[in-house]
């Protein structure tokens, strides 16, 4: 602890700004690896599985969820460890997030031209595994580099890329290329292309390619988060882990909601529509979010707000299944979900225990947000229980749940 109170001392070595460019360059890259992560499980997936095993596609798209997330899981935090013992000229994150994105892209790119799902299985395995070392390494970029007082605008393009992402790679796959081989190979290859400005961009108050915490020397064991010294850490993990949960329970299934359940013509259209409010409104509350984290530094409030208006959301699609509800409630996820991508990943980086383990310690979290439990709740209660309104109302009651549990954290307003 006291190494990190070390590193926010005024001239420490957090305190030099970063400038534009190196936001911009971040953010694209951030673009790139959403593109990569939400359009599959959203959009992508669904109409592949429902075009090659459309008998079983509920089981199907739960199974290969449900394993992505497991290989998330066990890989992030092992990359994390080893970009925090990485040592090379042009620093450890890039290279990390670089290897990254090169291992992922080509599987990705061929997902599309199979007919066999296990062949489908087999290479996202292996586009996890390149995913989970780019999330390993850019979520150790902040608090590396950025300056307390910058964290907030720097965790606002972490996330509002992932709603720009969102909504570009939708209309590209559903009015640009609409042929399933066609749509993987290119978010394939504009995600790979979006990662590069940030491999070129340069600093403005430190050399480029120079991380600003020591790598782990060889040999050095960082002992991990203790359960009781460090229990903000894990009331973060936990308010982070339950909140995307009750999101993704309730949004993943969407495209088979508006067709089964809400009879939509035009299923497709109708989902890109829901995903246009839905950006308009992140988009405002993700820069507002982390300016008035920045300014307020209150990250607990704004965080059980945000985790509120998007279990209102979810709440709406349980009492009121119909189309006026379903484009409320796009307003209010996107409302809730823009504020907490823009103010957990402050909350986050402000509680981590150990400047030199940053990587791996946020990769315990960020392995664990991926725990398949949404996936797991979802097929439960789809095939089990009692359908989408049970689902969407279950996905409202885990969110409030994790809004709830950020007020036991004590060392973060």
Same mark, same amino acid.
């Given at each position: 602890?006291?190494?990190?109170?070390?590193a926010?001392?005024?001239?420490?070595?957090?305190?030099?700004?970063?400038?534009?460019?190196?936001?911009?360059?971040?953010?694209?890259?951030?673009?790139?690896?959403?593109?990569?992560?939400l359009?599959?499980?959203?959009?992508?997936?669904? &109409?592949? +599985?429902?075009h090659?095993?459309?008998?079983?596609?509920? !089981?199907?798209?739960?199974?290969?969820?449900?394993?992505?997330?497991?290989?998330?899981?066990? %890989?992030?935090?092992?990359?994390?460890?080893? %970009?925090?013992r990485?040592?090379?000229?042009?620093?450890?994150?890039?290279?990390?997030?670089?290897?990254?994105?090169?291992?992922?892209?080509?599987?990705?790119?061929?997902?599309?031209?199979?007919?066999?799902?296990?062949?489908?299985?087999?290479?996202?395995v292996?586009?996890? /595994?390149?995913?989970?070392?780019?999330?390993?390494?850019?979520s150790a970029?902040?608090?590396?580099?950025?300056?307390?007082?910058q964290?907030? =605008?720097? *965790?606002?393009?972490?996330?509002?890329?992932?709603?720009?992402?969102?909504?570009?790679?939708?209309?590209? /796959?559903?009015?640009?290329?609409?042929?399933?081989p066609?749509?993987w190979?290119? +978010?394939?290859?504009?995600?790979?292309?979006?990662?590069?400005?940030?491999?070129?961009? #340069?600093?403005?108050?430190r050399?480029?390619?120079?991380?600003?915490?020591?790598?782990?020397?060889?040999?050095? #064991?960082?002992p991990?988060? &203790?359960?009781?010294? &460090?229990?903000?850490?894990?009331?973060? @993990?936990?308010?982070?882990? @339950? +909140?995307?949960?009750?999101?993704?329970?309730?949004?993943?299934?969407?495209?088979?909601?508006?067709?089964?359940?809400?009879?939509r013509?035009?299923?497709?259209?109708?989902?890109?529509?829901?995903?246009?409010?839905?950006?308009v %409104? %992140?988009?405002?509350t993700?820069?507002?979010?982390?300016?008035?984290?920045?300014?307020l530094?209150?990250?607990?409030?704004?965080?059980?707000?945000a985790?509120?208006l998007?279990?209102?959301?979810?709440? @709406?699609?349980?009492?009121a299944?119909?189309?006026?509800s379903?484009?409320?409630?796009?307003?209010?996820l996107?409302?809730?979900?823009g504020?907490?991508?823009?103010?957990?990943?402050?909350? /986050?980086?402000?509680?981590?225990?150990?400047?030199?383990s940053r =990587?791996? !310690?946020?990769?315990?979290?960020?392995?664990?947000?991926? /725990?398949?439990?949404a996936?797991?709740?979802?097929?439960?209660?789809?095939?089990?229980?009692?359908?989408? #309104?049970?689902?969407?109302?279950?996905? =409202?009651v885990?969110?409030?749940?994790?809004?709830a549990a950020?007020?036991?954290?004590? *060392?973060?307003?």
């Amino acid at each position: 602890m006291d190494q990190l109170k070390t590193a926010r001392r005024p001239g420490g070595r957090d305190a030099g700004a970063v400038g534009r460019p190196w936001l911009l360059g971040y953010a694209a890259t951030w673009f790139g690896y959403w593109l990569v992560i939400l359009l599959p499980p959203q959009f992508m997936t669904p &109409h592949l +599985i429902g075009h090659i095993a459309a008998e079983n596609k509920v !089981d199907v798209l739960s199974y290969l969820l449900i394993q992505n997330s497991v290989v998330v899981v066990l %890989c992030v935090p092992l990359a994390g460890m080893a %970009c925090d013992r990485t040592r090379t000229r042009f620093g450890r994150r890039r290279v990390w997030a670089l290897g990254g994105f090169l291992v992922a892209a080509v599987p990705y790119a061929l997902i599309g031209t199979q007919t066999s799902w296990p062949v489908v299985a087999g290479l996202m395995v292996v586009v996890s /595994v390149g995913a989970s070392a780019v999330l390993a390494s850019l979520s150790a970029v902040i608090a590396d580099r950025v300056p307390h007082h910058q964290r907030g =605008a720097a *965790s606002a393009a972490m996330g509002v890329p992932q709603v720009i992402a969102l909504v570009v790679g939708m209309v590209l /796959v559903t009015m640009v290329v609409t042929s399933i081989p066609g749509m993987w190979a290119l +978010i394939a290859v504009l995600a790979a292309v979006s990662a590069v400005p940030f491999f070129l961009v #340069r600093t403005r108050s430190r050399p480029p390619l120079q991380d600003a915490s020591e790598p782990v020397q060889a040999g050095e #064991r960082v002992p991990f988060p &203790h359960l009781r010294r &460090h229990a903000d850490y894990y009331w973060a @993990l936990l308010s982070r882990v @339950l +909140i995307n949960a009750g999101n993704l329970a309730g949004t993943t299934y969407l495209l088979y909601f508006l067709t089964d359940v809400l009879h939509r013509r035009d299923p497709d259209g109708s989902l890109l529509i829901l995903t246009l409010i839905y950006l308009v %409104c %992140c988009a405002a509350t993700g820069w507002l979010g982390g300016k008035a984290s920045d300014a307020l530094g209150r990250r607990r409030d704004l965080i059980a707000v945000a985790g509120a208006l998007q279990a209102g959301a979810a709440a @709406l699609l349980a009492i009121a299944p119909a189309w006026p509800s379903a484009m409320a409630g796009a307003v209010l996820l996107g409302a809730g979900y823009g504020a907490f991508l823009s103010v957990d990943q402050v909350l /986050v980086t402000d509680v981590l225990p150990d400047q030199r383990s940053r =990587a791996r !310690d946020l990769g315990l979290i960020n392995a664990a947000q991926n /725990v398949p439990l949404a996936f797991g709740v979802a097929w439960f209660v789809l095939t089990f229980v009692g359908g989408y #309104r049970v689902l969407y109302a279950a996905s =409202a009651v885990i969110m409030l749940l994790g809004s709830a549990a950020v007020y036991r954290i004590r *060392s973060v307003r």
